[in-house]
């Protein structure tokens, strides 16, 4: 007997630039998919139609992420992020907060099916990262479906 064993896993990597685009801070974070999130992904499924999870926002909160949240503790600023799919069930979204963009003490991220407000996918806290306001922040989602 061959029995399916399937997940959803992901993680985010975070990219701190200075204003000559030299790396000054990164981070690897495994992240927790919240209740809304495995709704949307299953009504994705079974309905179609469901917005995608391209929007990243990042904040100031420090809240332990919970199962039952739906945004951020303190949201600072969201981005479009570009989608692509690096293998068969791998996606990827990548979000660049450019200089004077969400500018601050960052030390949250989630993602979103929408420009604001909408349903968080995911969301996960992790020690401060200063941005100052010439720096660029990217923050690349990634989601393993196996």
């Known amino acids: 007997m061959n029995l399916e064993v399937a997940g959803l896993k992901g993680e985010f990597e975070i990219y701190l630039y200075d204003s000559e685009k030299r790396l000054k801070e990164y981070r690897r974070v495994k992240n927790i998919t919240v209740n809304s999130g495995f709704r949307a992904v299953c009504d994705m499924m079974g309905l179609g139609g469901v917005s995608p999870f391209n929007y990243c926002a990042i904040g100031t909160g420090t809240t332990a992420p919970s199962p039952s949240d739906t945004a951020l503790a303190n949201e600072i600023a969201r981005v479009l992020g570009g989608y692509t799919r690096t293998a068969d069930n791998v996606w990827k979204n990548d ?21 604001t407000g909408g349903t968080m996918l995911c969301r996960q806290t992790f020690p401060v990262i200063n941005k100052g306001a010439n720096d660029t922040l990217v923050v690349t989602w990634q989601y393993t479906l196996s």
């Open 95 to 115: 979000a660049t907060f450019g200089a004077g963009v969400g500018t601050g003490a960052i030390t949250e991220s989630g993602l979103f099916n929408a420009s």
